[in-house]
């Protein structure tokens, strides 16, 4: 018996779902479900904006962790850090890649001298650090490229793609590159179950609904607005539409005359692209719990 095309394709679809598969149709669709709507803080984990990329974040436990902590040159680092003996203690060092306004050699110098951290980097990365500061205590065997994790006293710590490039200028904005391999972004799931996206410097990409929005699902993300040198606001906002976290902090804005001054205009985006997503828009030196 001859069945129709409307038959034929109801079969398919319910062969699909049989498979398993239906989901996959759901994650690249047009109305994606919050994975985190409606969630509530916790109110257990400090985030501190550093001003740019850098943010410092305190683990339930009490772990202190650094990503990307650009200080001495930072036009935005709160006055206190200027002072690297502020911080008081540091666990843990976590870098995305190369660029100066991340990791900044002199920097990362002055923390491992006072504070002996834990370093997590993507592979060249790491070994860049190694070359230059023998005692770093670079985690080299336990995480260094994008598709794992680690966990770090409780905190699961995944590594991600990110879309940009790493060459390091070490010192300032001039002189020549180096090679430093990948440019990646963090998950972090710390002891109470909540999810902290970080994405490090990036475009608007793919991964952001396939492998964060439906493996990851994080209850909050962070994510560069400032546009030349990453997404910008729009991308910015549309990047939530396929996260779909309950939270986002704008970051990498408002540093230096080039970049995006405000987060305004990704405020505005958000409503239209992922309104279920609250924006958290920090200023520098001023933690919140989430
Ligand atoms: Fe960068």
């Keep these: 018996?001859?069945?129709?095309?409307?038959?034929?394709?109801?079969?398919?679809?319910?062969?699909?779902?049989?498979?398993?598969?239906?989901?996959?149709?759901?994650?690249?669709?047009?109305?994606?479900?919050?994975?985190?709507?409606?969630?509530?803080?916790?109110?257990?984990?400090?985030?501190?904006w550093l001003g740019h990329g850098s943010f410092k974040f305190v683990s339930r436990g009490g772990k202190v962790i650094l990503l990307d902590p650009w200080i001495s040159t930072n036009p935005k680092t709160p006055s206190r850090y200027r002072s690297f003996e502020h911080f008081g203690k540091v666990d843990l060092l976590l870098f995305t890649h190369g660029h100066v306004d991340h990791f900044?050699?002199?920097?990362?110098?002055?923390?491992?001298?006072?504070?002996?951290?834990?370093?997590?980097?993507?592979?060249e990365l790491d070994f860049f650090i190694k070359s230059e500061i023998p005692q770093a205590r670079c985690m080299t065997f336990q995480l260094a490229n994008v598709g794992a994790t680690y966990n770090y006293h409780g905190i699961d710590i995944s590594m991600v793609n990110a879309v940009h490039s790493s060459g390091a200028q070490?010192?300032?904005?001039?002189?020549?590159?180096?090679?430093?391999?990948?440019?990646?972004?963090?998950?972090?799931?710390?002891?109470?179950?909540?999810?902290?996206?970080?994405?490090?410097?990036?475009?608007?990409?793919?991964?952001?609904?396939?492998v964060i929005g439906d493996y990851y699902k994080p209850d909050l993300a962070i994510l560069p607005i400032g546009n030349v040198f990453t997404m910008g606001p729009r991308e910015a906002a549309y990047a939530c539409k396929m996260i779909r976290p309950s939270f986002v902090i704008p970051e990498h804005y408002g540093t230096f005359p080039a970049l995006e001054q405000t987060a305004d205009s990704f405020v505005k985006y958000l409503k239209t692209s992922s309104p279920q997503t609250q924006p958290l828009v920090m200023t520098p030196g001023k933690p919140i719990l989430v």
Excluded at 1 to 28: N, P
Excluded at 184 to 204: K, P, Q, R, W
Aim: proline share 6%.
């Design 1 to 48: 018996m001859e069945c129709t095309r409307k038959e034929f394709l109801a079969a398919l679809a319910a062969g699909f779902a049989s498979l398993g598969l239906a989901g996959i149709s759901s994650a690249a669709g047009t109305t994606p479900v919050p994975a985190t709507a409606g969630k509530k803080r916790i109110k257990e984990i400090q985030v501190e």
């Design 104 to 123: 900044m050699l002199p920097d990362v110098k002055k923390l491992v001298a006072l504070y002996d951290p834990d370093i997590i980097a993507p592979w």
């Design 170 to 210: 070490l010192t300032g904005f001039t002189g020549t590159n180096k090679y430093m391999g990948r440019p990646v972004g963090y998950v972090l799931t710390f002891e109470n179950s909540l999810t902290i996206y970080h994405s490090g410097d990036t475009a608007l990409m793919s991964d952001m609904q396939l």
